[in-house]
T-cell receptor, first 114, second 114 residues
Framework: DTGVSQNPRHKITKRGQNVTFRCDPISEHNRLYWYRQTLGQGPEFLTYFQNEAQLEKSRLLSDRFSAERPKGSFSTLEIQRTEQGDSAMYLCASSLVGLESPLHFGNGTRLTVT | AQKITQTQPGMFVQEKEAVTLDCTYD???????LFWYKQPSSGEMIFLIYQGSYDQQNATEGRYSLNFQKARKSANLVISASQLGDSAMYFCAMREGIGNQFYFGTGTSLTVIP
């Protein structure tokens, strides 16, 4: 169990640029989640995968955000045409199936849009 | 309505004392799980304790215990014998039986005073 890995740890980009983040979940976990967290707030749900299927996406999520999980392994989160309001910590988490299974989080990718 | 409510933005506790962090939740699903996470200033989210809606006894994990009052829909975290390393943000979260989202509260910032 090597834990959930996220890359990069930090990303600084200019407004209007596209960015892509990667998440490698714990290998036996078939559920993968993306969250966004701003300072002083709790994690905000973005989207969720079970294996390679994207089963749920937040209604608050702009069309500029897209996520994939090819082959049910790693996942990528892309933000197109970034805005300053996109600046946040982007957290990936994975879990097993089961109500009692906790989310295991990565260390996050901190995005700063200038 | 908020799924998870944490009404204490900040709490202080003397080292070696016990502290209770409040959490109330809202769901009509009879099957759900409640989780507590710790987020130190370094940013990682650390799973602390789980309580299932059908569990008859309050969950305990070392110095952490969960005061589960189902009728009141509350799931308060009790930390006994506080240590300086307990200073962090604490988040309450819920996973419903239907759907797979985790809902997080806004968190409580705990400061342990030497």
């Amino acid at each position: 169990d090597t834990g959930v890995s996220q890359n990069p740890r930090h990303k600084i980009t200019k407004r209007g640029q596209n960015v892509t983040f990667r998440c490698d979940p714990i290998s036996e976990h078939n559920r993968l989640y993306w969250y966004r967290q701003t300072l002083g707030q709790g994690p905000e749900f973005l989207t969720y995968f079970q294996n390679e299927a994207q089963l749920e996406k937040s209604r608050l999520l702009s069309d500029r955000f897209s996520a994939e999980r090819p082959k049910g392994s790693f996942s990528t989160l892309e933000i197109q045409r970034t805005e300053q309001g996109d600046s946040a910590m982007y957290l990936c988490a994975s879990s097993l199936v089961g109500l009692e299974s906790p989310l295991h989080f990565g260390n996050g990718t901190r995005l700063t849009v200038t | 309505a908020q799924k998870i409510t944490q009404t204490q933005p900040g709490m202080f506790v003397q080292e070696k004392e016990a502290v209770t962090l409040d959490c109330t939740y809202d769901t009509s699903d009879p099957s759900y799980g409640l989780f507590w996470y710790k987020q130190p200033s370094s940013g990682e989210m650390i799973f602390l304790i789980y309580q299932g809606s059908y569990d008859q006894q309050n969950a305990t994990e070392g110095r952490y215990s969960l005061n589960f009052q189902k009728a009141r829909k509350s799931a308060n975290l009790v930390i006994s014998a506080s240590q300086l390393g307990d200073s962090a943000m604490y988040f309450c979260a819920m996973r419903e039986g239907i759907g797979n989202q985790f809902y997080f509260g806004t968190g409580t910032s705990l400061t342990v005073i030497p």
